[in-house]
């Protein structure tokens, strides 16, 4: 199993552009998620899903939208990047509620 | 909503002492505990975790002790290594019913800088 996917692992994007960060799972998980890290920071929820479908906001979804059309894939979209979103990005899977949670290696993003 | 608080924010030990990491929840309905281990720049991963109806769980070096009467939990590594030198992260997950499913929302605390000094 490839575990947790993420594409770019970096990108670099000037203010007011849009883009998708890229996540995919092929261990048939229902619970996905996004997070965002700052430096020396915390890993705080952008946006999860509980299955195809279902999807809803984390503590910082301002700026982002989600969506999940199949269970392996959970896309996250930055609508009009902006400096405050620079950060790395970690998308997480896990198959129920009381189980590892499995992350991806990430996506550092910087927007100028 | 979960609300997880971690301290310290920053630990530093001599390799051999002992480390210790605690962390208080908001939500009594909380009943699943997992530990994070990150090491710089990479992703993070499960350590141990610990569920509501145990109160303490070991793993070699590290255990997990839980009191679900203070909403508190906490990680103790004994005999530290350099290599435990990372940051760690405690979490809570919380079920809530939506439309007769129930789910599982996990938070993470703020994490801590374990620091082993050869």
């Known amino acids: 199993n490839a575990g947790v996917t993420q594409t770019p692992k970096f990108q670099v994007l000037k203010t007011g552009q849009s883009m998708t960060l890229q996540c995919a799972q092929d261990?048939?998980?229902?619970?996905m998620s996004w997070y965002r890290q700052d430096p020396g920071m915390g890993l705080r929820l952008i946006h999860y899903?509980?299955?195809?479908?279902?999807?809803d906001q984390g503590e910082v979804p301002n700026g982002y939208n989600v969506s999940r059309s199949t269970t392996e894939d959970f896309p996250l979209r930055l609508l009009s990047a902006a400096p405050s979103q620079t950060s790395v990005y970690f998308c997480?899977?896990?198959?129920?509620?009381?189980?590892?949670?499995?992350f991806g290696p990430g996506t550092r993003l910087t927007v100028t | 909503g979960e609300n997880v608080e971690q301290h310290p924010s920053t630990l530093s030990v001599q390799e051999g002492d002992s480390a210790v990491i605690k962390c208080t929840y908001s939500?009594?309905?909380?009943?699943?505990f997992p530990w994070y281990k990150q090491e710089l720049g990479k992703r993070p991963q499960l350590i141990i975790d610990?569920?509501?109806?145990?109160g303490e769980k070991k793993d070699q070096r590290i255990a997990v002790t839980l009191n679900k009467t203070a909403k508190h939990f906490s990680l103790h590594i004994t005999e530290t290594q350099p290599e435990d030198s990372a940051v760690y992260f405690c979490?809570?997950?919380?079920?809530?019913?939506?439309?007769?499913?129930?789910?599982?929302?996990?938070?993470f605390g703020q994490g801590t800088i374990l620091t082993v000094h050869p």
């Open positions: 939500d009594s309905a909380s009943n699943y």
């Open positions: 610990i569920r509501s109806n145990v």
């Open positions: 261990m048939n998980h229902e619970y």
């Open positions: 979490a809570a997950v919380y079920n809530f019913n939506a439309g007769g499913t129930s789910y599982g929302k996990l938070t």
């Open positions: 997480a899977s896990r198959a129920e509620i009381k189980a590892e949670q499995y």
């Open positions: 899903s509980v299955g195809a479908g279902i999807t």
